[in-house]
């Protein structure tokens, strides 16, 4: 209508609308985001391309000294299309079926194997892994052609000498493992009862009751294995050294408050100590 000749105050009048929206020109919005950190933010999701978003902002706190809101990294990674795809489950299962009740370190492990491609010239790995239920450390492990009775106690018996060098008969220790022969094989047994170690095998075809070693090796696969070509055991064992260190070190965990599990085991020891000190005075 103005545009027709007619005035805006009669057309603003006529349409019962104030006479300043006929003077409004719509404006391209201008971004008010922050985009100083952008770069770091796509840095570290290259450094660590299977962390979600708060893994990332804590990852550019404790290397990079960077205090960043993970919405600001969430809508960079957003952006960029580095958001890791979510894993839809088959099926679902009661939460509570994975848990387990440990108030202590060294109260109750778990023990799994599990399969790496080594390279087309040696073929197949067997990694056998132990971790820690109340501090999800991995704290023996063995990696070898075979996967015999003797590299499951190998593992074990790595993780004894490594958490109970003054011996085991006396810590309550009890070990999870599923129903593969390795772990029932009478010779597994029979070191496990020298060791005093106590013998908890998981129902059949129920994975949950070993979930944290199932969990790690999920793990260990999306950070490591899968993003790695290995072209004999040596290279594969050297890599996956480090990347134990690294979890066990240098990677957060969501159910310890986002510590690492050897935070969590050093915290615990302190807490102890400090404990032993209140009683005597």
């Known amino acids: 209508m103005v545009e027709h000749g007619y005035g805006k105050k009669l057309v603003a009048a006529v349409l019962a609308i104030s006479r300043s929206s006929l003077y409004y020109r719509k404006r391209p919005r201008g971004s008010r985001a922050d985009r100083r950190w952008d770069s770091q933010i796509v840095a570290a999701c290259g450094a660590k391309p299977v962390y979600g978003y708060r893994r990332v902002t804590w990852w550019l706190k404790r290397k990079e000294g960077l205090i960043v809101n993970r919405k600001r990294v969430l809508r960079v990674m957003r952006e960029q299309g580095l958001l890791v795809p979510s894993r839809r489950l088959r099926a679902r299962r009661r939460k509570e079926w994975g848990r387990v009740q440990v108030s202590r370190p060294n109260q109750v492990w778990q023990a799994d194997l599990t399969k790496i491609w080594t390279g087309s010239t040696v ?11 109340y501090t999800r450390e991995i704290v023996g ?50 070191t496990l009862g020298r060791l005093g170690i106590t013998h908890r095998r998981t129902a059949y075809h129920h994975p949950e009751g070993n979930s944290y070693i199932e969990r790690f090796h999920r793990s260990l696969k999306e950070e490591e294995v899968g993003l790695a070509e290995y072209r004999n055991l040596e290279e594969a064992r050297e ?6 260190w690294e979890y066990n070190h240098d990677r957060p965990h969501r159910g310890l408050r986002n510590r690492t599990p050897r935070e969590a085991y050093v915290s615990f020891e302190s807490d102890l100590k400090n404990q032993a000190l209140a009683v005597q005075f």
Do not use: K, M
């Not at 073929?123 to 239920?133: E, K, P, R």
């Not at 060098?165 to 597994?188: H, K, M």
């Not at 890599?239 to 134990?244: K, T």
């Open 239 to 244: 890599n996956i050294a480090r990347y134990l």
């Open 141 to 190: 492990w063995d990696l070898s052609h075979r996967c015999r009775t003797e590299e499951a106690l190998a593992a074990v018996e790595r993780a004894v000498l490594e958490r109970l060098p003054a011996g085991s008969r006396e810590a309550g220790l009890t070990l999870t493992t599923d129903n593969g022969t390795q772990f029932t094989s009478s010779r597994f047994l029979e």
């Open 123 to 133: 073929g197949w790995a067997y990694l056998v892994s132990v971790i820690d239920c």
